[in-house]
């Protein structure tokens, strides 16, 4: 499995991708708030790499480490 590769969309989304799969989306509004496509987790952060970490966290534990 590849690590988690991040895609800017546009001004406002973030998308998430392992292994070419969405596993989840960042939105800012007031602040960034991540949704993993399966439902599992949310989160609202203060700053974009607050939000990516959670969801690198949460894929390390669901998904293994990286192993390219």
């Known amino acids: 499995m590849q690590a988690i590769t991040w ?3 546009s ?3 973030w998308t998430a991708r392992r292994d070419g799969i969405v596993v989840g989306t960042i939105d800012q509004g007031q602040g960034y708030e ?6 599992t987790i ?3 952060h ?3 790499g607050n939000a990516q ?4 966290a949460w894929a390390a534990w669901t ?3 990286d192993r390219s």
Do not use: M, V
Request: proline share 4%; glycine share 16%.
């Open 7 to 9: 895609r800017h969309d």
């Open 11 to 13: 001004g406002a989304h």
């Open 34 to 39: 991540l949704h993993s496509t399966d439902g």
């Open 42 to 44: 949310r989160g609202s």
């Open 46 to 48: 203060n700053s974009l």
């Open 53 to 56: 970490a959670q969801l690198d």
């Open 63 to 65: 998904i293994g480490p």
